[in-house]
C-alpha cells in the first residue's frame, strides 16, 4: 500500500506514514485551523515521486466555498522544487454551486478525471457546506442526510475501485455537554459513518495547531502538534481555514 505523505512530519508520524488509499479522511475543524491550507498541501505532495512520498497523480479540488487559492499552490510547488505552471496544470479544480452540481460532479466529472487524467487524489473542500446552505430546518435534515449519504457512497466506491485518495473538510458544531458546549464536525452519523478516518483540528491555548483521531480502524486515539512546514504556511496566509 502506497502512502501519500502530507510531508508535515507530526501529521505523517500520526497517520502512521501518510494518507492510505481506498479511504475517505475527513478533517474537520473551525475556521482557521488549517483544513483548507492541509488540501492544498496534499494536491501539490500527490505530485510528486513515490520516493518524495507522492504518487505521480494529479489531483481533483472540488471547491464549495470558493477556497481554492493558485497562490497558494504556487508557493508550496517551489517550496518542493516543482515548476508552479505544470503543478496548477496537475489540479483540476472544480467550482461547484449546489449540491445537485456536486452529486453531478463526482458522479461524472471526477470518474473521467479518475481514468484518463491519471488522478490520484480527490478533494472536497468543504462537503457539508452546500448540504447546511440548501436543506434548512428539521424537516428536511431527513433529505439532507439521505443525499449526503449517497455522495458519500460514491465516493467511497471510486475509492475502493480506482485505488485513489479521497480527502473531504468539514465544519464543526457546537454541541451541549452538561454545562458547557463542545465542538464536533457537522453531517450527524450519516458521515461520521461514511468516512474511514475521522480526524479534527483544533487550536491549543499555545496557539499551536492540533490534529486529533476521533475515529479511525487503525489509528491510536491520540493527539499531535501539527509543527512544521504546515504552521508555516499558515503563517504566510492570513485566509486559510
Known sequence: MVRLKTNVRAIDELLQGGLEPKAIYEFAGEFGTGKTQLCHQLSVTVQLSQDKGGVGGAAVYLDTEEAFSPNRIVNIAQRFDLDPNETLDNIYVIK???????????????????????????????????????????ERLAERQQRLNYILDWLMRIAKVYNVYVVLTNQVLDVPMGYIEVKRPAGGNVLAHAVTHRLFLRKSKEDIKVMEVLDSPSYRLRLAPCLGLLIRELRMSSSCS
Open 96 to 138: 461547484v454551486i449546489n449540491a445537485a452540481d456536486l452529486e453531478d460532479r463526482i458522479k461524472f466529472d471526477v470518474v473521467k478525471l479518475v481514468e484518463q487524467a491519471n488522478a490520484k487524489l480527490i478533494v472536497v473542500d468543504s462537503i457539508i457546506a452546500l448540504y447546511r446552505a440548501e436543506f434548512k430546518g428539521r
